[in-house]
């Protein structure tokens, strides 16, 4: 039992908590072939780890007697696995380079109209002339905008309209077929999310914020009109937020730190359990939490 916020934290609680939480990963897990031996040996790699990098004492080497008190995982075992060093961010090099030009897309004044919305672009243009090359170019030298163009293309990222110019397509900005892209971002949103909520329980003041709108007890044509709206606002919020950022980056001298902002929107049939508990009985009410 931890002291959190004022209160404690009750080690049934989190585990009660954690039920619900893996739940959804489980399900990922035994849907793509994971296997519960295989979970638990990255279980055990992750406790290591995380016990070697995150708990050491201040000015003291981590041992392998501390790790495995920490853990409860046997002192052979942490010897065999410590040292395999922090987990490390890769960004699979279609994210990063078709990420920054669809975010230069979104942002800039020169490829959005007056709405905000991306401008149908020539594939080249003249000088001062908005064009797919111009977007490119204006990112990267390092890729020729025809190999973008086609690659785009081919993952629906974009189309041709009937004038011979190019379309985003909202699939640029929902990862879908690629699976190394869909599961990068899948890794990255869910480890932020759940970091920064799990630095809000351990914090006598929570740092981050972290809130939801939600409403049980409704008719499924409630739920799919909420769900549209919501879509509705999250992308323009988001549109915002990346035109404001992408135009504030320009000056920026640059360093180590990061910033993510997400919105996740669910609805579900009440018959089926969501994320480990079936839904709380009817209930009109709404709240922020």
């Not at 809130?211 to 409630?222: I, K, M, P």
Request: charged share 25%; hydrophobic share 40%.
């Amino acid at each position: 039992m931890m002291k959190s916020g004022g209160q404690y934290l009750d080690g049934a609680g989190v585990q009660n908590a954690l039920n619900r939480v893996l739940r959804p990963l489980v399900r990922l897990a035994i849907r793509c072939g994971v296997t519960f031996p295989a979970f638990v040996d990255l279980l055990r790699q992750l406790y290591v780890n995380v016990a070697e990098h995150e708990f050491a004492l201040p000015d003291k080497q981590q041992t392998d007697s501390r790790v495995s008190l920490l853990t409860g995982v046997h002192r052979k075992e942490v010897s065999r696995l410590r040292g395999a060093g922090a987990p490390v961010r890769v960004v699979p090099d279609s994210v990063s380079r078709t990420s920054a030009i669809v975010a230069r897309w979104l942002a800039d004044p020169a490829f959005v109209d007056a709405r905000g919305m991306p401008l149908p672009l020539a594939r080249t243009g003249e000088a001062g002339e908005p064009s797919f090359a111009g977007l490119v170019e204006s990112v990267t030298r390092d890729l020729r905008p025809r190999a973008v163009l086609d690659d785009w293309l081919d993952r629906k990222l974009v189309e041709i309209d009937g004038e011979d110019r190019i379309v985003l397509m909202e699939g640029a900005m929902v990862p879908r077929g690629d699976g190394e892209v869909r599961l990068y971002y899948f890794a990255r949103n869910l480890s932020d999310h759940a970091a920064a909520a799990v630095d809000n329980v351990l914090a006598d003041a929570p740092p981050f914020l972290e809130r939801a709108v939600h409403y049980d007890g409704l008719s499924e044509e409630l739920a799919r009109s909420l769900e549209a709206y919501s879509r509705e606002i999250a992308v323009e919020t988001l549109l915002r937020l990346n035109k404001y950022a992408n135009q504030a980056i320009q000056s920026d001298p640059g360093g180590t730190s990061r910033w993510n902002w997400g919105v996740y929107i669910l609805t579900s049939d009440g018959s089926s359990p969501v994320g480990g508990e079936k839904p709380e009985a009817e209930n009109a009410g709404g709240e922020t939490a």
